[in-house]
């Protein structure tokens, strides 16, 4: 495999989901779509516990995850925690399989999965795997009937079918949504963007954050002429060009300092809020925004990273935010921090949700944050929108919507 292919990031990549009952061949059939045996595969029902991720690059399908689940019909105390497990892919699905074998005609488990998954409005195919050890017409013919899907007859085992899989999923890969590019709406070919970088304990060594590095390689794309610089080296590099920057891209937690060396003629924008449109939904983090306005020293603040790194004396959510939010409120508000995967099912006791700009995360995920908080009424915003309200420089931030 490709190097260059194997290091496309998970967020970028087409998340293909997994699911059925225990013993059903969901690990085999990803070893016969994938041509390689990346998945566990046994006769015992149950061998996969915990949900397990494989980036993989196949032919006519790109980049992708593959997410291998446990069954959800696991049964006792630790089954139950693996069904919940599982239940928590589908809102990292992009598309999602129902995977069947003759071994089984009960279907209401299938049922009330699918309508889990139709409720995420996700692509769905269903297959019968293990053709080659089980009549299927009549599973078949059970499937169209009431679950209303034409399932893809296969044997992983064999290899019967699974070309004919592959087509199928490439033609059900879900379209482009959200921004078609991170920076797309807000350059043209030949324009100058000046990225201003902080380069502190909170950049990892020898490296640029994802954020940057994605944001370079769009605007490389969209065929800009990118100048890099550091904070303290912005007034220097604005010199240096013999024209203002038609755009320039910060890090959020330096916006004031970029506002007030930001040449008239050019727009202002951050990495954060270019990616809240990109991953998530910009008109709700800018509503939510104006909840600031109504927080109390006793309000509750949760503030989620994607990330799960160690925190640093400079980290924005960590500490940046809430040194924001506590002068502004006091020190009695409550600030609530998770990261990675950790996120409350329950957000009624927040008065603000504050969400990093989610570079880590595919956006059905992310927007299924989005949503979680929006049908419990609570206010979600991003940390480069939240970071411009409180430095009261919203107005002038170029919003790419």
């Known amino acids: 495999m490709s190097a260059n292919l194997n290091a496309t990031p998970s967020a970028n990549r087409t998340h293909i989901a997994l699911y059925g009952r225990r013993n059903a061949g969901k690990s085999s ?17 149950g061998t996969t516990t915990d949900p397990v991720s494989k980036a993989m690059e196949v032919p ?32 990292k699905a992009d598309l999602a399989l129902l995977v069947f074998s003759g071994e089984s005609s ?41 679950l209303n899907l034409e399932p893809f007859q296969v044997s992983a085992k064999q290899g019967d079918g699974i070309p004919e899989l592959v087509q199928a999923l ?91 060396l930001c040449p008239k003629d050019s727009r202002l924008t951050s990495f954060s809020v270019l990616f809240a449109a990109h991953k998530g939904d910009l008109k709700a ?55 990675g995967v950790d996120f409350p099912e329950d957000l009624s006791s927040y008065d603000l949700v504050v969400h990093c700009g989610g570079c880590m995360f595919n956006r059905n995920y992310l927007l299924s944050r989005i949503e979680r908080a929006a049908a419990q009424q609570v206010p979600i915003t991003n940390y480069g929108i939240l970071l411009a309200k409180l430095k009261g420089i919203l107005p002038q931030i170029e919003l790419p919507i």
């Open 29 to 45: 059939l990803i070893n016969a779509i994938t041509g390689q045996q990346i998945a566990l595969v046994s006769s015992v029902a």
């Open 60 to 91: 006519g399908l790109g980049p992708c995850v593959f997410w291998d689940t446990a069954g959800f019909d696991d049964v006792g105390e630790l089954g139950e925690l693996r069904v919940q497990k599982t239940l928590q892919t589908i809102e």
């Open 106 to 146: 009960e279907f209401s488990l299938e049922t009330g999965w699918l309508e889990k998954l139709r409720a995420r409005k996700l692509p769905i195919l269903a297959v019968i795997n293990k053709t080659d050890q089980f009549p299927s017409e009549l599973l078949a013919e059970q499937i169209r009937k009431q």
């Open 170 to 260: 490439s033609r059900a890969l879900p379209a482009e949504s959200g921004a078609e590019t991170i920076t797309g709406k807000l350059v043209q070919p030949g324009d100058v963007v000046l990225l201003v970088m902080p380069q502190d304990a909170e950049a990892p060594k020898g490296r640029l954050i994802l954020p940057q590095v994605q944001t370079i390689r769009d605007l490389l794309d969209n065929r800009c002429i990118v100048i890099g610089t550091t904070p303290e080296q912005m007034p220097g590099a604005l010199a240096a060009l013999n024209r203002a920057p038609s755009l320039i891209i910060t890090d959020s937690q330096v916006f004031t300092e970029a506002a007030a």
């Open 285 to 339: 983090f800018c509503a939510g925004a104006e909840a600031v306005d109504r927080l109390h020293p006793d309000s509750r603040v949760l503030i989620a990273e994607a990330c799960t790194h160690a925190p640093v004396t400079e980290d924005i959510g960590r500490v940046k935010i809430p040194a924001l939010l506590r002068k502004k409120y006091g020190q009695s508000l409550h600030i609530e921090i998770v990261s």
